[in-house]
DNA sequence: CGGGACTTTGAGCAAATTCAACCATTGTGG
DNA sequence: CCACAATGGTTGAATTTGCTCAAAGTCCCG
């Protein structure tokens, strides 16, 4: 099952401004004095509860972050000096076991927050699934600010509270659904995601592999590609070329993830 | 297997103070002024950032409730109205699927914050293993006392990061661990908690019953209770009346739990 | 066009579940 | 006070879901 991919600490960061290739060139110049009120992931963002000033302060502190496919985020154990915003592309987050079992405890995009931990070392790992961005603060100096910035604070409390929700949601279905209640469940929630993150939630992106998917639930990589076959064959989903899927019959699947 | 217990909502709470029987006589007089102040578990609880003045403040909004085993405390759905700390027993959380199967996706003991959520509805339910004793605090008012007190919301925002990792912890027990070692690790997690609670550890109370283990383990009592006697067999652990367990060989059940 | 990685499919297997019976403990009513 | 029902726990046998091992197919990228 392979640990991880090829691992290396971060590198590859440059200061703000990103490149401005999905921004309007108008736009390129507010970014250059406050480049986070530019950033098109900020509604999905914790920032998005920070007014023009505070933002500034923040964008004082960030770097941005471009990173290659399987380019190892943070790791499970280090010193945890940086904390993380995704503003592009899919993070794995995982844990192993001391024989290289892994379990994927999640995947964040676009606006998902990463690194939240008031230990001083990560208590996992995350890789870029794809290609990546992210913006990276100090912890340090995120820390000191959140004290001047109770309403981010207060935000991240809000998102940490949500995480877990969501965790108790995986722990029911890890330790409760069959692997098909599993699948389903899962494309109604990269669903769900995609929608809320204004992307294409019908034909649904699975920017990750067979094997992460299975990590993710539980299963092996054998089990979820038959499982797939399996709902294509009853006409439920549609396997598009480019890693794409068709919910051909959303009902169906949303009924199979709730135990229908 | 039966959704839950009987179960209707909270009642029998009553003011502070509580009753001093586990106490010293000469405190009494201290509790009906800071009830908080004198409160056995601060120490182990989010009140323990909070200083006189603050703790007075927090006396004022708490209310203490006692319920008997098996009664809900709160219900998944129900409006968040209260938020909780459980001072005394043992109370699981607990989710189920539409056909009634459940995932206790956590036990609280003394100590512990209940409640937390930032959306209006609990995101589960809540019930008394064996009698349990609990502060409850209004929402709403609790809410407005964190705005005045920043260490306070920087406490819970501490133990919801650290609810977020044994949450990881408990994914990689679901998805990726065997019945020996997920039972394993359970034994060794409770005796862990039971420590820091200055509770023994080693002759291990386990309130909870088989069918609850299994709900927590993504188990089926059979299989619980098979792998009790095969750990039995193999003189890792001694089964003692009255819902004990005796860890005769830590080791080699930490080695277990980890997946040695 | 070729090679490597990823995915799918197949056959046999094993861990855990299901179904069923039995045992132990407890509380209750005759 | 004891018989007995009820609940929870343990054990057994058969079954099943998902896993392991193995091979073939597909896709992508140079």
Redesign the pocket.
């Known amino acids: 099952m392979s640990a991880s991919g090829s691992g290396r600490p971060v590198d590859g960061e440059r200061r703000m401004p990103a490149d401005g290739e999905r921004r309007k060139p108008a736009d390129a110049t507010i970014a250059d004095i406050h480049p986070c009120s530019a950033c098109d992931v900020r509604q999905l963002s914790v920032c998005n509860v920070l007014d023009a000033p505070e933002l500034k302060r923040l964008a004082e502190i960030v770097s941005t972050v471009t990173l290659p496919a399987h380019r190892t985020v943070l790791h499970e154990g280090d010193p945890a000096d940086h904390l993380y915003n995704v503003t592009g592309g899919c993070v794995k987050l995982y844990k192993l076991l001391a024989d290289g079992r892994r379990q994927i405890t999640g995947f964040l995009f676009a606006g998902d927050f990463l690194g939240l931990a008031l230990e001083d070392r990560y208590a996992y790992s995350a890789e870029a699934v794809g290609e990546v961005t992210l913006c990276r603060f100090p912890r340090r100096r995120l820390e000191r600010l959140l004290d001047d910035l109770p309403k981010l604070e207060k935000r991240l409390l809000g998102n940490a509270s949500n995480e877990l929700a969501a965790a108790q949601d995986q722990m029911i279905l890890l330790g409760r659904k ?3 209640e599993k699948i389903a469940s899962f494309l109604i929630n990269l669903a769900a995601r995609a929608e809320r993150r204004g992307q294409s939630a019908d034909p649904l992106a699975l920017p990750m ?3 992460d998917i299975a990590d993710y639930l ?9 499982t ?2 399996q709902l294509k064959t009853r006409r439920v989903i549609t ?1 598009l ?2 890693g794409m899927v068709a919910l051909t019959d959303r009902l169906a699947i949303e009924e199979l993830a709730s135990g229908g």
Chains 1, 2 share one sequence.
């Open positions: 069959t692997a098909r592999s067979r094997t539980g299963l092996t990589t054998e089990t979820v590609s038959r797939f076959t396997l070329p480019g």
